[in-house]
Nanobody, 123 residues
Framework: QLQLKESGGGLVQPGGSLRLSCVVS????????IGWFRQAPGLKREGISC????????HYADSVKGRFTVSRDNAKNTAYLQMNSLKPEDTAVYYC????????????????WGQGTQVTVSS
């Protein structure tokens, strides 16, 4: 059974960086598109990025474009979200997901989700 686990969250000052990891177990990553999402308190879940199984298709939400970079290492069964120039409004629980399709409109129709990792951007 496919399982996902995020890590790498934490407290960072505005302008700082974090790299989130999403480790896949129970299956191989190579056949899965991966989506990255976040949810801040009181707000609905937001799709922020996705990467296709081949890595050839990548999409970003406008809110993170130019600051965040998604990547994957199929040999390590791990996907990454590099987050630079972080802002207080990036504070949220971040999730990775699999079992869906990476689309330009960042749909959230994925079957398997990680438990999330907290990212807090504050001085």
């Amino acid at each position: 059974q496919l399982q996902l686990k995020e890590s790498g969250g934490g407290l960072v000052q505005p302008g700082g960086s974090l790299r989130l990891s999403c480790v896949v177990s129970g299956s191989t990553l190579e056949n899965s598109d991966i989506g990255w999402f976040r949810q801040a308190p009181g707000l609905k879940r937001e799709g922020i990025s996705c990467i296709s199984s081949s890595g050839n298709y990548i999409h970003y939400a406008d809110s993170v474009k130019g600051r965040f970079t998604v990547s994957r290492d199929n040999a390590k069964n791990t996907a990454y979200l590099q987050m630079n120039s972080l802002k207080p409004e990036d504070t949220a629980v971040y999730y990775c997901a699999a079992g869906g399709h990476c689309t330009w409109y960042l749909n959230n129709d994925y079957s398997t989700w990680g438990q999330g990792t907290q990212v807090t951007v504050s001085s």
